[in-house]
């Protein structure tokens, strides 16, 4: 088998099969049906006075509970729908519950609340045992639960899942801080000693990975307000991203923290960002392509005549490749701080969608809108070298391996191919590589691991043979 899957950083819990389940309601909680064994039940109950939003059965089967956006808990007979009490009385919550489970053994409650609070509730005596307060901004309102054997997890407004610990409600024991909207772009990074994953999705966030054991944490303070289209590492250590909030940000990588520097505003919305040596980067937006020197705009090229769309840089730092819808690269040169157009136009099979270099600058890789993987030969005047076939749909994304022999592409179709350069019939398909959606971005940590991520907010690392 020439891949494996090696991780995936995104999962969802199983549903326990065989016991009684709610199947159905109307929206003010008056009437349930609800299956117990091969039955099918329907009850009326008028308790609530506001939507109902959980409502699960004890694994015993003795007992079941609702939740309502009123603040209550009210718990029933399993066998014959009779009230049985009110947690806490009257209101559990000071707000909204929007979830509640079980302990395995059915003697316990987990709530979970807008209020901004979980609570773990001793059902026989009707009292509160623990609460777990999350935070206090908007985003840290509880909006789900799980009690699994001995683990007990909230989900947050953020998408965060906390991992609780009864013996100290002041601290989870974890938050994963996992993306909760499609991912767009990643790039990887060494960082003392160990490669990380950096990836940013369409909501602004950015979220970095320990590329060996998953564990992950998003930077501090307030970054991207919008969808971030790329990024990139600088020589320096510094992740540069650009955004549809019209900002490029430099991030440092050692501090992991926003901060009112290393923001540069664009005058338009910048799709794409490339970085080469010296402190140079260069940002292709909408009609426009700016050369950025030290953080600073030095140098753009207003209404080019084409639409750019994606960028190269070489890595000598000499040359630009700007890839357009036109289905033409273009190719500059970087003097001081001005571009000059070369005037060579390098052509494609359909519009560009993503280019980029291989690592010793041999050879430049083209994909774009027709399927098609162009690379040309850098040192014979960017003559076309070999082209490329096997997707079937809109290829997105494109990355070389360390090697410089192979690299990777990643489409629509939701297939990865890992090509040879020297043989285009010796490849590597991975198929449904992400099942949900399309292949969004893609990065080599070494020359046999390769990281993938989607509009199905998951990341996951493949292990490559030849």
């Known amino acids: ?20 389940k709610i199947i159905g309601g109307d929206p003010k909680g008056n009437n349930f049906l609800y299956t117990n064994g091969k039955c099918v039940i329907l009850r009326n109950i008028d308790d609530h006075s506001r939507f109902v939003n959980c409502v699960r059965f004890s694994p ?91 683990h007990l997890l909230s989900i947050s407004l953020s998408g965060y899942i906390n991992y609780l610990d009864k013996n100290n409600p002041s601290k989870p024991l974890r938050v994963i801080k996992g993306h909760s909207k499609s991912i767009q772009c990643l ?46 590492v600088d020589e320096s250590g510094q992740l540069v991203s650009c955004s549809m909030d019209d900002t490029v940000r430099y991030t440092s990588l050692m501090l992991r923290d926003y901060s009112g520097q290393g923001v540069v505003k664009m005058d338009v919305q910048p799709k794409c960002v490339a970085v080469g040596p010296g402190g140079y980067a260069v940002v292709v937006c909408i009609g426009q392509i700016v050369l950025l020197k030290d953080q600073k705009k030095c140098f753009s090229i207003d209404s080019p005549g084409y639409e750019p769309e994606v960028v190269a840089v070489h890595p000598s730092g000499d040359t630009v490749a700007v890839g357009g819808t036109d289905g033409n690269v273009r190719l500059y040169s970087i ?23 291989s690592h010793d600058g041999a050879f430049l890789a083209v994909c774009d809108a027709s399927k098609v993987v162009t690379v040309f030969s850098v040192a014979d005047g960017y003559s076309e070298n070999n082209v490329f076939y096997g997707h079937h749909a809109k290829i997105v994304c494109l990355a070389w391996s360390p090697d410089n022999e192979h690299f990777a592409s990643g489409g629509m179709d939701m297939m990865v191919y890992v090509w040879t350069l020297s043989d285009p019939e010796t490849r590597v398909k991975i198929q449904d590589a992400h099942r949900l959606h399309h292949v969004s971005s893609l990065a080599w940590l070494d020359e046999h691991t390769l990281v993938t991520t989607s509009h199905d907010a998951s990341v996951k690392e493949w292990t490559i043979t030849y």
């Open 60 to 150: 015993d089967g003795n007992r079941f509970a609702t939740a309502s956006a009123d603040g209550q808990i009210y718990i029933y007979d399993g066998k014959t729908g009779e009230k049985v009490c009110a947690l806490g009385g009257g209101k559990a919550h000071d707000g909204g519950i929007y979830a509640i489970s079980w302990s395995p053994d059915s003697t316990h409650l987990l709530s979970a609340s807008g209020d901004k609070t979980s609570k773990i509730w001793d059902v026989s005596v009707n009292s509160v045992v623990n609460t777990f307060t999350m935070g206090s901004t908007v985003l840290d309102q509880q909006l789900g639960c799980l009690w699994q054997k001995d």
């Open 187 to 232: 790039t990887v990074h060494k960082n003392g000693g160990k490669s990380y994953i950096y990836s940013g999705s369409h909501d602004g966030h950015i979220n970095y990975w320990d590329s060996e054991t998953g564990e992950n944490d998003s930077f501090a303070g307030k970054g991207h307000t919008n969808q971030v289209s790329r990024m990139t």
């Open 1 to 20: 088998m020439p891949y494996e899957i090696k991780k995936v950083f995104a999962s969802l819990p199983q549903v326990e099969r065989g016991v009684s």
């Open 335 to 357: 003097l001081g701080t001005t571009l000059k157009d070369e005037g060579k136009l390098l052509e494609a099979k359909g519009p560009v969608t993503d280019v980029a270099y």
